[in-house]
C-alpha cells in the first residue's frame, strides 16, 4: 500500500450534528403526515442517512439504490448505470432523495430524471454537501447540508477509493486525480 493522504478536518462532527438537525427540522415541517420514502444513494449517503433518519420521528420508509459509472473521470462523466434498483414502489409516494455529495450533477440528474419516471407524488433532494465550482448540470438541491470548496471530500460516509468512510468528520484531502 502506498502512503495515505493525510485528511484535514472541514467541518467537525458537532457542526455535522447542527447540520444534520436542522435538516430534519426542515424536511420534519414538509413531510408531518407524509409518510415519504427516502431513498439513499450507495454507498455514501450511509452514515448520514442513519443519523437523519433517527431525528425525523414521523413514519417513513428507507430505500437504497446503487448507481456505477463505467469509465467515469472527474471532468467527463462515465455511463450511468443503475445497479442496485428498488425492491418497492414508488408510484404516487413522496419521495426524498439522500445524497452525500453533488458534484458536476451529472449522477443526481441522471437519477431524478430515472425516478420522476416511476410517476412519485413528489420528489425532493436532500444532499449533505454540495461542490458547486464544478457543476456541469444545473440541479435543484432542496435540503443542503454544507457547501464545500474544489477540494476532494472523505469521511462521514464519504470515500476516496473506498477509504476514509469511517472518519466521523467531513474532511478533505489532497490527491492527484
Ligand atoms: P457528480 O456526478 O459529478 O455530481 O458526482 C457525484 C458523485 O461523485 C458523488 O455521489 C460521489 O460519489 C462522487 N464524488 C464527487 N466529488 C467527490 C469528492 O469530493 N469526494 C468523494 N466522492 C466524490
Ligand atoms: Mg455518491
New binding site residues.
Partial sequence: MGVQPEPQILFSKAEIAAAVKRLAVEIKKDYQGKHPILIG?LK?SFVFMADLVRLLDFPLEVEFIQLSSYGRGRIT?GKLKVVQGLRSSIKGRDVIVI??????????AFLMDYLRKKKPASLKLCALTD?PSRRQVPVNIDYLGFTVPDK???GYG???DEKFRHLPDICFIEVEE
Fill in positions: 444513494i455514501g462523466p445524497e452525500d455529495i453533488v458534484d458536476t450533477g451529472h449522477t443526481i461542490k476532494f471530500i472523505v464519504i470515500d476516496w
